[in-house]
C-alpha cells in the first residue's frame, strides 16, 4: 500500500498570477481563480494543507454576469440588530464596489474556517487595469 504524500514547507513554492477579469463571466472566473488560490492546480495538492498561489484580478469592474442576475442577484448583511439587514442588488454592487462582487464571489467557493481564511490573502482584486505588484512578475493567465 502506497503512503500519502504530504509536502515540506520548502517544496511549496507559491507563484502568482494576473488574471484579466474583463468580459469575463462571474461564476466561471471566480471558480478558476478559487482553485488557483487552493492549488488544487498543482500535483502536490493536499487538502489540509494550502499549497496555493496568489491571484492578482484586474478590471473587476468590467466582470459580466447572465439571465437577470443584475436586477434579480441581492447581497444580504445583516448588523444584528432589528430592521438591520441590508439588501444590495448586484447591479448597484457592481457601480459602487466591483471588487468587492469577485471578491465575494471568490471566498464562498473557499473552504471556510482558518484555512479559508489563509488563502484568501493572496486574492488582490482592482476595478480597473492598474496595479501595485509589479514586484511579484506576475504569470499573465488567461482563465
Same mark, same amino acid.
Given at each position: 500500500?502506497?503512503?500519502?504524500?504530504?509536502?515540506?514547507?520548502?517544496?511549496?513554492?507559491?507563484?502568482?498570477?494576473?488574471?484579466?477579469?474583463?468580459?469575463?463571466?462571474?461564476?466561471?472566473?471566480?471558480?478558476?481563480?478559487?482553485?488557483?488560490?487552493?492549488?488544487?492546480?498543482?500535483?502536490?495538492?493536499?487538502?489540509? @494543507?494550502?499549497?496555493?498561489?496568489?491571484?492578482?484580478?484586474?478590471?473587476?469592474s468590467r466582470v459580466r454576469v447572465t439571465g437577470r442576475k443584475p436586477k434579480q442577484?441581492?447581497?444580504?448583511?445583516?448588523?444584528?440588530?432589528?430592521?438591520?439587514?441590508?439588501?444590495?442588488?448586484?447591479?448597484? @454592487?457592481?457601480?459602487?464596489?466591483?471588487?468587492?462582487?469577485?471578491?465575494?464571489?471568490?471566498t464562498r467557493m473557499l473552504p471556510s474556517g482558518p484555512q479559508g481564511r489563509d488563502?484568501?490573502?493572496?486574492?488582490?482584486?482592482?476595478?480597473?487595469?492598474?496595479?501595485?505588484?509589479?514586484?511579484?512578475?506576475?504569470?499573465?493567465?488567461?482563465?
Open positions: 500500500m502506497n503512503k500519502t504524500f504530504v509536502p515540506k514547507k520548502d517544496q511549496i513554492k507559491r507563484n502568482w498570477y494576473l488574471v484579466d477579469a474583463k468580459d469575463k463571466i462571474l461564476g466561471r472566473l471566480a471558480s478558476k481563480v478559487a482553485v488557483l488560490l487552493r492549488g488544487k492546480h498543482k500535483a502536490i495538492f493536499t487538502p489540509h @494543507m494550502d499549497t496555493g498561489d496568489g491571484v492578482i484580478v484586474i478590471n473587476a442577484k441581492v447581497y444580504r448583511r445583516f448588523s444584528g440588530y432589528p430592521g438591520g439587514l441590508r439588501e444590495v442588488p448586484l447591479e448597484v @454592487m457592481l457601480k459602487k464596489k466591483p471588487q468587492k462582487v469577485v471578491a465575494l464571489a471568490v488563502i484568501i490573502k493572496r486574492l488582490k482584486v482592482y476595478a480597473d487595469d492598474k496595479h501595485p505588484h509589479k514586484a511579484q512578475n506576475p504569470v499573465v493567465l488567461e482563465v
